[in-house]
């Protein structure tokens, strides 16, 4: 067969017929990335293949689907919750209008109130209150006395009887005696009421305090006053004043009609008054019980402390027997600043038949 066998037309008919059997394949397999030729008229079909060329860019547009892993909404909850605790610290600032009502005194208080820098330090230890007593019965009292590496002997004597009293202290050290004292008087409303004390030490003769109980700084009969024989000082006698020796006496006095007054920080004030003019408050401090060593072996004694109040002043420490009336069982004084005093401690109790 020859071409002449078709015609004249054959040819062109046959590439017609093998383009369009070449489009057909093309679209049956797919071939994206084919493109119509600029002179065809059907352009429009290669665009809608075009858009399909464009469809792989949509897994950008797919990436919200997992946007919940990547967006923080769940990190605000825990700040949140952090935030939440705040609250509580306002409801705490509502006690200050609890702190705030005292902060309101009345007209009253305003008018008598006293400034607290003006106040002095200890003002309520120099009210001195009105004790209940119990005396303790006439005994005698023997110590062992130490001072610094010295030892000796001391020796308590207490002698109530009837209306009046006396009370006695001898110290010795290496058979010298060191220290007398001796306190005389009655008995009133506050318990123990000295009338004369005297103190002899070696090479400084005997010294006295004189309580006029009669008179007072001014020479009237309706009160009463401290003098004394080596000093032209005077003072006021107030209720319940001692002497250096009597105050352990009416100290277990107090201490046995008020036993609540041994309690730890409890305290027992009084005037206390040696015999060179010199007198002031003291301040006994309970400082409860403790086991200490006397008469042989262990006692459970109430301590009681006295703190100086200004330089050179005198510090004691007390223990005294509640099984014995209160007497002291144990005592340390030391005066000056010195870090050297005298320290008793009981070697045994006479009582006169």
């Keep these: 067969m020859s071409t002449h066998d078709f015609g004249p037309g054959f040819l062109p008919r046959l590439g017609v017929l093998i383009a369009a059997a070449l489009l057909l394949h093309a679209v049956v397999l797919g071939g994206a990335s084919w493109v119509w030729p600029s002179n ?15 469809e792989p860019a949509a897994p950008a547009v797919t990436p919200p ?6 967006v923080t909404a769940a990190p605000p909850a825990p700040v949140m919750a952090r935030v939440k605790p705040a609250p509580k610290p306002i409801a705490a600032t509502r006690v200050v209008p609890a702190v705030e009502e005292p902060v309101a005194p009345s007209a009253a208080q305003i008018a008598h109130a006293t400034p607290l820098a003006a106040m002095p330090a200890n003002a309520d230890d120099d009210a001195i209150p009105l004790y209940r007593t119990q005396l303790p019965p006439a005994s005698t ?7 610094g590496l010295l ?39 506050a318990g123990i009421a000295p009338l004369r004390f005297t103190d002899q030490r070696p090479r400084r003769g005997t010294t006295a305090a004189n309580f006029q109980r009669d008179r007072d700084k001014d020479g009237d009969k309706d009160g009463g006053k401290i003098s004394y024989s ?22 277990a006095a107090i201490v046995s009609a008020e036993p609540q007054l041994a309690a730890p920080g409890a305290k027992v004030v009084m005037h206390v008054t040696g015999s060179r003019g010199d007198a002031g408050v003291w ?15 262990a006692i459970d004694a109430l301590k009681f402390v006295r703190e100086p109040r200004e330089a050179y002043d005198t510090a004691v420490q007390v223990w ?34």
């Excluded at 689907?65 to 990547?70: D, I, K, L």
């Excluded at 009292?141 to 001072?147: A, G, I, M, N, P």
């Excluded at 080596?230 to 100290?251: H, I, N, V």
């Design 320 to 353: 005294l027997d509640p099984k014995q009336s209160h007497l002291p069982v144990r005592a340390t004084q030391k005066s000056g600043g010195s870090d050297e005093g005298y320290e008793l401690r009981l070697v045994e109790v006479i009582e006169p038949n």
């Design 141 to 147: 009292l023997r110590y062992e006395v130490s001072r």
């Design 283 to 297: 301040v006994f401090r309970g400082a409860g019980l403790e086991s200490i060593d006397a008469r042989g072996g």
């Design 230 to 251: 080596g000093s032209q000082s005077e003072f006021a006698l107030k209720p319940g004043a001692q002497d250096r020796l009597s105050w352990m006496l009416q100290l």
């Design 65 to 70: 689907a997992p946007v919940p892993p990547v």
């Design 40 to 54: 065809a008229p059907p352009p429009l079909p290669a665009a809608a293949v075009q858009v399909r060329v464009v």
């Design 151 to 189: 030892r000796g002997t001391g020796e308590l004597v207490w002698r109530p009887q009837g209306d009046h009293y006396e009370l006695t202290l001898d110290f010795k050290l290496s058979g010298l005696t060191i220290l007398s004292q001796t306190s005389r008087g009655g008995f009133d409303a």
